[in-house]
């Protein structure tokens, strides 16, 4: 149930479809698959916790049977005031992991365990002014933990650099099989070091949609993440 261990393990890059092209999102989608990816990431906002507004279930629905008839699987990160409301839509929608706040959460182990007994991975996220110690509890039941390096709500963000060390505290705390992931400024200039603090989920938005051929930009990050080098 959820993304296996062994995935979970592994580095991937997750390119986002928040900065993807809307008018041809399936087509971004299969250029991504295409590319080797095995986790595509969706970005849901409401307007409210950040300010912005983007995609519902709806939106999963139509692009996880694509992305899991290729093997694949479907990231959802909710930035969003009742997440409790709603993740089953998401979960029914398709997706394998689902992510909340910790900083919107008074009851993070009910909406964890929820999760998880859904079907899908549960995730825990934490802002760039959020102290690791903030999810020194909630990891013990999540699959994955997702640090965000831009405060969350628009993608192309500058990342921001003070956040390395907490980073690796973070590391430091996981458990063996709990995913690592970071959302926010992954490009070619910090995903070096975004590995050398210890993450192995890598999300990225702006630096693969905004290249000129956003299949090679992702498989070359995905080299650069795993030691490869890219010529």
Not at 6 to 26: M, N, T
Not at 79 to 102: C, K, N, Q, T
């Amino acid at each position: 149930m959820g993304i296996p261990t062994d995935i979970r393990s592994q580095v991937l890059l997750l390119p986002s479809v928040l900065s993807a092209d809307f008018a041809r999102l399936g087509a971004e989608v299969d250029r991504m698959l295409d590319a080797g990816m095995r986790a595509i990431h969706f970005d849901v906002m409401d307007g409210h916790f950040v300010p912005n507004l983007t995609i519902g279930p709806a939106v999963v629905a139509a692009l996880a049977p694509r992305i899991h008839e290729r093997g694949a699987w479907v990231d959802v990160h909710l930035m969003i005031e009742d997440p409790d409301s709603f993740i089953e839509d998401f979960v029914r929608a398709g997706a394998d992991a689902l992510s909340v706040h910790v900083e919107i959460l008074p009851h993070l182990h009910r909406t964890l365990t929820a999760i998880r007994e859904l079907g899908a991975s549960p995730g825990v996220v934490l802002n760039p002014a959020t102290p690791a110690s903030a999810v020194s509890e909630a990891i013990k039941y999540a699959d994955y933990v997702l640090a965000m390096t831009v405060n969350p709500g628009f993608g192309g963000q500058k990342f921001i650099s003070g956040a390395l060390d907490k980073l690796a505290e973070l590391a430091r705390m996981l458990p063996p099989g709990v995913a690592f992931e970071v959302d926010g400024g992954v490009g070619r200039d910090t995903i070096s070091r975004l590995r050398q603090a210890g993450a192995n989920w890598l999300v990225s938005g702006s630096a693969v949609f905004g290249a000129a051929d956003p299949g090679q930009e992702a498989a070359e990050l995905q080299a650069l993440a795993r030691g490869g080098i890219v010529v």
